[in-house]
């Protein structure tokens, strides 16, 4: 199994600014993957990010707005940018295991005043 | 498209009790099924999955989960509910792939003694 420490564990800030989350893996991994989590809502995908590639967004989410790094097999960053009341939710990294097995972070409280 | 349907938002027992977390999909093709538990403060963890062979699947901490493909259900169960089942159950739906893992809106357990 693989552990994530996602950081920070929740933040608030103001609308217009930026935020990064961190997420690092304890072993390498190929596949990363960025989760966003809405009040009352279901986990929706925002991107996938590989190593030594740009990332992959799904529809509705634009690089612009959530730019990430994909640094190298253990580490990924999402970034928030110029937030809006909108982007409050909660934001999980996870890692792709074998067997279809997915290892997520704790998730970090984004709260936007 | 996949899409998962999670009856109940919450769904209170009683210690000893039966848990019944009801978990409907939609698929195009032969899914693969899972149920993740988020307790407080953590990250996702994987209980069960289903891809192929036996209908039956037994997960950790005693749960399991019978797929019925004239259903198209995934519910999970485990025949005698604890304090510590407390916490937050997703079901999740993929057509093969990670980028394709599609969750349903969750149910809170809440056992009471």
């Known amino acids: 199994s693989a552990v994530i420490s996602q950081k920070p564990s929740r933040d608030i800030c103001q609308r217009g600014t930026s935020l990064t989350i961190q997420c690092q893996v304890d072993?390498?991994?190929?596949?990363m993957f960025w989760y966003r989590q809405q009040p009352g809502q279901s986990l929706t995908l925002i991107a996938t990010?590989?190593?030594?590639?740009?990332?992959?967004?799904e529809s509705g989410f634009v690089i612009d707005k959530f730019p990430i790094s994909r640094p190298n097999l253990t580490f990924s960053t999402l970034t928030v940018s110029n937030m809006s009341p909108e982007d409050s939710s909660i934001y999980l990294c996870?890692?792709?295991?074998?067997?279809?097995?997915?290892?997520f972070g704790s998730g970090t409280q984004l709260s936007v005043l | 498209a996949q899409s998962v349907t999670q009856l109940g938002s919450h769904v209170s027992v009683s210690e000893g009790a039966l848990v019944l977390l009801r978990c409907n999909y939609s698929s195009s093709v032969p899914p693969y099924l899972f149920w993740y538990v988020q307790y407080p403060n953590q990250g996702l963890q994987l209980l069960l999955k289903?891809?192929?062979?036996?209908?039956l699947v037994k997960g950790i901490n005693g749960f399991e989960a019978e797929f019925k493909k004239s259903e198209t259900s995934f519910h999970l169960t485990k025949p005698s509910a604890h304090m510590s089942d407390a916490a937050e159950y997703f079901c999740a739906v993929s057509e093969g792939g990670y980028s394709t893992l599609t969750f349903g809106k969750g149910t809170m357990l809440l056992v009471s003694p």
């Open positions: 289903y891809t192929t062979g036996a209908t």
């Open positions: 996870s890692a792709a295991g074998a067997a279809e097995k997915l290892f």
């Open positions: 072993s390498q991994v190929t596949m």
């Open positions: 990010a590989n190593q030594g590639s740009e990332a992959t967004y």
